[in-house]
């Protein structure tokens, strides 16, 4: 697998989940078909029972380009379509991409190569989130922000190093192959959960901030809750289903909603002084949220703190409040669906 000699490069297979995603999906596989690579390509879109135009546009994408090709995932659930997609796809490198995503032009060729360099099972890079209107503007600055994810790389950027996960990911087929794919039991956090069994296995994982994509933050403020809420609630599966998998920035967001509800009451029952957590709170992600708005218009700016506040407080309420039932259901079904082997 050689981007820098004389050899053929590895033909690449895209993969790609999608449920309710007219919005965005023209684009993002317009994105995929439009790269600069020059090895062999195909996009194998897996589509759950949408109730918008998906499957239309689908099918009008596999009638322009013969590179397109559709599998059905009736379930609708982000792991079990990635299998689906894996299974019916051929190709050695296996690129996933979600449906609002939008890759940079060299993504694929530069991810390529950082498989050969590294030597990595899985490489992957920035998440790029761009805002269509003031809402998403307020969103990408938050969810692009430290106050607002931490050090995550893979969303503030960072130096090329081995990393714990990266955002979706371009993998060598064999490490899928050997894990038996996604786990189909994680509805969410399963790169997390997939990129700490490869890791486990002794495989590297490469973060590069070269890789670059480009990302839809949810439209509202209920969508972007319920986002991060299953965020924090599948996280704490994964904490529960591989010991020593969680670290203190991931304790962070539970921790608040505990203090500010604490504050709160405390601040009602007791003393006005127990005020001083939340409104401690409220003052940080204010003050933090000017930076974080550089530049943007003053609609976008002044609803940073309430992007915020709804990625910390759903984060956290989801991580306390997931059900001991998720990871039970989990455990009991400890190996993934496996993979059938396909030679290229």
Not at 25 to 35: D, N, P, S
Not at 183 to 207: K, T, Y
Not at 269 to 277: E, F, K, M, R, S
């Amino acid at each position: 697998m050689n981007a820098n000699s004389a050899a053929p490069l590895p033909a690449v297979s895209v993969i790609m989940p999608v449920l309710d995603e007219e919005r965005h999906l023209r684009e993002a596989v317009r994105a995929i078909l439009a790269q600069e690579y020059a090895g062999e390509m195909e996009v194998v879109i897996a589509l759950g029972p949408s109730t918008d135009r998906t499957d239309e546009i689908a099918a009008e994408l596999v009638r322009e380009d013969p590179r397109v090709h559709t599998v059905p995932n009736p379930t609708g659930r982000t792991p079990a379509a990635l299998n689906a997609a894996i299974k019916a796809s051929r190709h050695p490198v296996v690129v996933r991409v979600d449906g609002h995503g939008m890759l940079s032009p060299n993504y694929i060729a530069t991810a390529v190569r950082l498989l050969e360099e590294t030597g990595a099972q899985n490489v992957g890079g920035i998440m790029h989130a761009e805002g269509e209107n003031d809402w998403e503007h307020a969103v990408a600055a938050a969810m692009t922000s430290k106050i607002g994810v931490g050090n995550a790389a893979f969303h503030t950027g960072g130096q090329a190093a081995p990393a714990e996960t990266v955002y979706l990911g371009v993998f060598r087929r064999e490490a899928l192959e050997q894990q038996g794919g996604y786990n189909v039991e994680f509805i969410r956090a399963q790169d997390w959960e997939l990129n700490f069994r490869i890791r486990e296995a002794g495989g590297l994982i490469w973060f590069s901030p070269e890789l670059r994509v480009s990302y839809r933050p949810r439209p509202s403020v209920k969508a972007l809750a319920k986002q991060y809420k299953d965020y924090g609630r599948w996280r704490h599966v994964v904490a529960r289903y591989h010991q020593g998998s969680i670290n203190l920035r991931y304790l962070a967001p539970p921790t608040a909603v505990c203090a500010i509800a604490a504050g709160l009451v405390a601040g009602v029952a007791l003393t006005p002084w127990a005020l001083v957590i939340p409104g401690g709170y409220l003052a940080a992600i204010v003050a933090g949220s000017v930076p974080a708005g550089k530049g943007l218009p003053l609609k976008a700016r002044l609803q940073i703190p309430v992007a915020l506040a709804t990625m910390h407080m759903s984060w956290g309420f989801g991580f306390l409040t997931s059900p001991r039932s998720l990871a039970r259901k989990v455990i009991a079904s400890r190996r993934p669906a496996v993979l059938a082997p396909v030679n290229d």
